[in-house]
């Protein structure tokens, strides 16, 4: 207390008697967050390997948030403000490919010490990635089981798996938009994953040849290869750091491990995007 006014002590005139107010910890949940760590190890490392994955999954939290609202901006014909959301979710997945740079200070005997403790548990098993992956156009059906466990979960990456992905109302634009597109394309089930389409590859190459009769349908097409550019550059960037942490053993959920992460790095996402470039 200020002992010539009997007033709070003031801090260039911030507020610091939170008693019957909201402040930022309360606002943000901190209490619940910073509560949330909880290693099983007595290693010392541990808490890093907890902090890493829970931060990543508070941003693929965001990337579903903004992916979802994309989806339905696109289906909307509202492109500009897909535009800032495509945009953003590009930074946010470069903010996770550097991440891993933090995990990489951890070392092969760091992680061989608290490996017997993570049991199964594997981000193979992170239902919000795979969402990610569904709304991005590669759906896999053997994917669910893993998540029967958790049924409410296990509703969601359904209702996922049959909707249509991002790329796809990007293409159902396309024929809403004149483009002669074929039916089968846009008429069937979504469950399968992205595959190239000739009529699709067709269109985007007459948006790319006259760009500026095209101009929103273009910018969306560049949107959409920066999106994937980032999300390569992490799936690279994920799998270089568990070669350097593990090696090529067995990953804790059953994958191969390195071998596996290896194959994702060819999936494409837009696959006619990247295909009509070589046409140009």
């Known amino acids: 207390m200020?002992?010539?006014?009997?007033?709070?002590?003031?801090?260039?005139?911030?507020?610091?008697?939170?008693?019957?107010?909201?402040?930022?910890?309360?606002?943000?949940?901190?209490?619940?967050?910073?509560?949330?760590?909880?290693?099983?190890?007595?290693?010392?490392?541990?808490?890093?390997?907890?902090?890493q994955h829970q931060t990543s999954e508070l941003w693929l939290k965001l990337m579903l948030h903004e992916m979802q609202a994309v989806r339905a901006q696109i289906r909307a014909g509202e492109l500009?403000?897909?535009?800032?959301?495509?945009?953003?979710?590009?930074?946010?997945?470069?903010?996770?490919?550097?991440?891993?740079?933090?995990?990489?200070?951890?070392?092969?005997?760091?992680?061989?010490?608290?490996?017997?403790?993570?049991?199964?548990?594997?981000?193979?098993?992170?239902?919000?990635?795979?969402?990610?992956?569904?709304?991005?156009?590669?759906?896999?059906?053997?994917?669910?089981?893993?998540?029967?466990?958790?049924?409410?979960?296990?509703a969601i990456l359904e209702r996922e798996l049959h909707a249509p992905s991002v790329y796809d109302e990007a293409v159902m634009l396309l024929a809403r938009s004149g483009f002669a597109i074929a039916p089968e394309r846009i008429e069937g089930g979504f469950t399968q994953p992205t595959r190239c389409d000739e009529s699709v590859k067709a269109a985007w190459l007459e948006v790319y040849k006259d760009p500026e009769h095209h101009w929103a349908l273009y910018e969306l097409a560049e949107k959409l290869v920066d999106l994937e550019t980032s999300f390569r550059f992490w799936r690279f960037r994920h799998v270089t750091t568990v070669e350097r942490i593990i090696g090529f053993k067995t990953g804790t959920g059953g994958t191969a491990g390195v071998s596996y992460l290896r194959k994702m790095l060819d999936v494409v996402l837009f696959p006619e995007l990247f295909a009509l470039r070589t046409a140009l």
């Open 80 to 154: 500009p403000p897909a535009f800032k959301m495509l945009a953003r979710v590009a930074r946010i997945m470069d903010q996770l490919v550097h991440a891993w740079d933090v995990l990489a200070t951890m070392t092969p005997p760091e992680y061989t010490a608290i490996r017997p403790y993570l049991g199964a548990s594997s981000g193979f098993q992170s239902y919000q990635y795979r969402e990610l992956e569904f709304i991005l156009g590669n759906k896999n059906a053997n994917m669910l089981p893993v998540h029967e466990k958790r049924p409410e979960l296990h």
């Open 2 to 51: 200020d002992s010539k006014d009997n007033k709070p002590a003031e801090w260039h005139g911030a507020k610091l008697d939170f008693a019957g107010s909201m402040s930022y910890g309360d606002y943000l949940g901190l209490d619940q967050i910073l509560s949330a760590q909880h290693p099983l190890s007595p290693n010392h490392n541990e808490m890093l390997f907890i902090v």
